[in-house]
């Protein structure tokens, strides 16, 4: 459990987790998983769903890659977030989209406009440089 990071009580980010962490996180009383991992990523776990589902929690799958992350598509990963039961477990492969989405979602939950949250997870090097969002 060693990637695993709680951020507050509702959200918890991690990168690829096991079957056994996902066990550990239902009996935690975990509701939710959001995997933010697209299918053909090398190390995707294609039974997460089945088995996240068979543990009685709720589970979406948003593929976002960290070069596609645009207002657009971060404001369904937002909405997202914002319906799924908490507490909520998103992850990705490394856990660097995972705390860029939880981080400007909790920014912009705090007042901060989408544009002042995309600037601070670029300032905390959460987004490449190469990506340049025009918002």
Do not use: W
Request: aromatic share 6%; with cysteine; proline share 4%.
């Amino acid at each position: 459990m060693d990637t695993i990071r709680k951020i507050n009580n509702e959200l918890t980010i991690a990168g690829q987790i096991s079957s056994e962490e996902l066990k550990k996180l239902a009996d935690e009383g975990y509701k939710s998983v959001l995997n933010l991992r697209s299918p053909d990523e090398i190390g995707f776990q294609s039974s997460e769903q089945f088995y996240t589902q068979l543990l009685g929690l709720h589970y979406a799958n948003l593929p976002i890659r960290i070069t596609e992350i645009n207002p657009s598509s971060t404001t369904q990963v937002f909405q997202t977030i914002s319906e799924l039961p908490k507490p909520t477990l998103i992850h990705c492969d490394s856990s660097v989209r995972a705390i860029a989405m939880v981080l400007m979602y909790l920014a912009t939950r705090q007042g901060m406009s989408l544009e002042q949250a995309f600037k601070q997870a670029e300032n905390l090097g959460l987004l490449d440089d190469a990506i340049k969002v025009k918002i």
